[in-house]
T-cell receptor
Framework: DSGVTQTPKHLITATGQRVTLRCSPRSGDLSVYWYQQSLDQGLQFLIQYYNGEERAKGNILERFSAQQFPDLHSELNLSSLELGDSALYFC??????????????FGPGTRLTVL | GQSLEQPSEVTAVEGAIVQINCTYQTSGFYGLSWYQQHDGGAPTFLSYNALDGLEETGRFSSFLSRSDSYGYLLLQELQMKDSASYFCALPTGNTPLVFGKGTRLSVIA
């Protein structure tokens, strides 16, 4: 158990819908990262928040957005869902925002299925 | 940009040693990390190399050669529970981690 929690574990929805994925980082960690993992694309970095502020952005679609709240939990919002958005979404956390030395601890993931 | 290449699949016998290679291209180097992921599970951190040489952690070791842009993960005394996907990853200046596509290790009896 990494100490990172994610809800829900599974989500099934229809195309065009909007969903919210939630992540609580390990106690004391200030950074939260979101990743998407699909069979053909591997693990893709989406976005990082550090202490409530956006720190880095990866290949995140405009239909996707995220935020980190004062209690440091984070939410990833996915809208106008398409079949291709079906994937595992992981949240990870680390103590600080440094990219070179921080170990990232991953949550169990949310499996999103878009029908 | 950054890119990593690793074999897609490796099969090894229980009790043996296996090496998973990773070559990378990056404009700014911060180190090479390795993660393990069991089917349906979350990636878990295994090791991080910032300097050349071998880092050993129990049955797992990781090696880095910055001049060759190359690293490997060495797993000794293989156990069935080591069957998983192994990812090398690059911390970068723009995005925290760029992952390779992963190597699926199958340990057979």
């Amino acid at each position: 158990d990494s100490g990172v929690t994610q809800t829900p574990k599974h989500l099934i929805t229809a195309t065009g819908q909007r969903v919210t994925l939630r992540c609580s980082p390990r106690s004391g960690d200030l950074s939260v990262y979101w990743y998407q993992q699909s069979l053909d694309q591997g693990l893709q970095f989406l976005i990082q928040y550090y202490n409530g502020e956006e720190r880095a952005k990866g290949n995140i679609l405009e239909r996707f957005s995220a935020q980190q709240f004062p209690d440091l939990h984070s939410e990833l919002n996915l809208s106008s869902l398409e079949l291709g958005d079906s994937a595992l979404y992981f949240c990870a956390s680390s103590v600080a925002g440094s990219q070179s030395t921080d170990t990232q601890y991953f949550g169990p993931g949310t499996r999103l299925t878009v029908l | 940009g950054q890119s990593l290449e690793q074999p897609s699949e490796v099969t090894a016998v229980e009790g043996a040693i296996v090496q998973i290679n990773c070559t990378y291209q990056t404009s700014g180097f911060y180190g090479l990390s390795w993660y393990q992921q069991h089917d349906g599970g979350a990636p878990t951190f295994l090791s991080y190399n910032a300097l050349d040489g071998l880092e050993e952690t129990g049955r797992f070791s990781s090696f880095l050669s910055r001049s060759d842009s190359y690293g490997y993960l060495l797993l000794q005394e293989l156990q069935m529970k080591d069957s998983a996907s192994y990812f090398c990853a690059l911390p970068t200046g723009n995005t925290p981690l760029v992952f390779g596509k992963g190597t699926r290790l199958s340990v057979i009896a």
